[in-house]
């Protein structure tokens, strides 16, 4: 009987990588793809306000408009700058969102602590009016809460833009839902051991929290930094402007400088891009955990 030949293996075509690691799915490759086209969409608006803060009236009145400027001159910063009192308004929100964000911390977290480790009758109930109030508007108490400011003292002061909106239902939901994944056996090993209350919150609970802490910062300077109706209802002295407040002022102008304006926008928004950055791991861990139990 003849023997039947071996077959010769063919040789395929392999994926080959420094990492030696498996080749992209084609739902990888479209889901990094879709990524990336999202990631340029909303860069988009901000690398325009970039290139047109060099650009002079006569380039962002062009139409067509021109994507580069003529030139790189940063004459719309320095001249802004000579007409717009920077530092007092830089001052004034540096201020407000640097107390307002600490004092929303300390707030938020202990009525998250209270909302999801503590046992107490209308605990559910009081969490859901938290929640509901998040789907109330400014405009809506504007009135009110001005009312209750006036008769406090806090009109045309720094202290006005800072406590009224400190409380944010948005915090205390963010920090109640990863606070919900902390292990209750672990702050009952800490009663056991002798700790008071306040050092578990202190010492326990706040370093277990960072990620969503870092969230909840981000989010209160973006909100406070950009807060522009409650400082505009609030401060009666144009020396305590906020930049989004003092920014409006080139509006009331005969011609409005568009130039000037975006300017002083692309300055405006370095300060939160530096927190963002030195905060960006923190807030990605705290948006990938909060909720999840």
Not at 42 to 62: G, I, M, N, Y
Not at 192 to 198: K, N
Request: charged share 10%; with cysteine; aromatic share 10%.
């Amino acid at each position: 009987m003849i023997g039947l030949a071996p077959r010769r293996a063919t040789k395929r075509s392999t994926w080959t990588s420094a990492s030696a690691t498996a080749p992209p799915t084609t739902a990888k490759v479209l889901m990094y793809a879709g990524l990336i086209a999202l990631s340029i969409l909303f860069l988009a608006p901000v690398v325009w306000t970039v290139l047109s803060s060099f650009k002079t009236r006569t380039e962002l009145a062009a139409r067509p408009p021109a994507l580069l400027p003529d030139s790189f001159s940063p004459d719309n910063y320095t001249e802004a700058l000579s007409r717009f009192d920077f530092g007092v308004y830089l001052t004034n929100s540096t201020i407000v969102t640097v107390s307002a964000t600490a004092l929303t911390l300390v707030i938020n977290t202990m009525a998250a602590y209270a909302l999801a480790k503590y046992n107490f009758r209308g605990r559910n109930v009081l969490f859901l009016v938290t929640l509901g109030t998040i789907m109330i508007p400014l405009q809506i108490i504007l009135i009110p809460l001005h009312q209750v400011a006036a008769d406090t003292g806090m009109t045309n002061s720094l202290l006005g833009m800072i406590i009224p909106p400190a409380a944010t239902p948005t915090g205390v939901f963010l920090l109640r839902q990863y606070m919900l994944t902390i292990p209750d056996d672990l702050i009952e090993a800490a009663r056991i051991d002798g700790a008071g209350e306040l050092r578990i919150f202190l010492r326990l609970i706040l370093p277990l929290c960072r990620p969503a802490l870092a969230v909840v910062t981000i989010f209160s300077v973006i909100w406070r930094w950009n807060d522009f109706l409650w400082p505009l209802v609030i401060a009666q002295s144009q020396d305590l402007y906020t930049l989004p407040v003092a920014l409006a002022q080139f509006s009331s102008e005969e011609v409005v400088p568009f130039n000037y304006i975006l300017a002083m926008s692309v300055v405006s928004m370095i300060p939160v891009i530096i927190v963002f950055l030195f905060t960006q791991r923190q807030i990605v861990r705290g948006i990938a955990q909060t909720g999840l139990r």
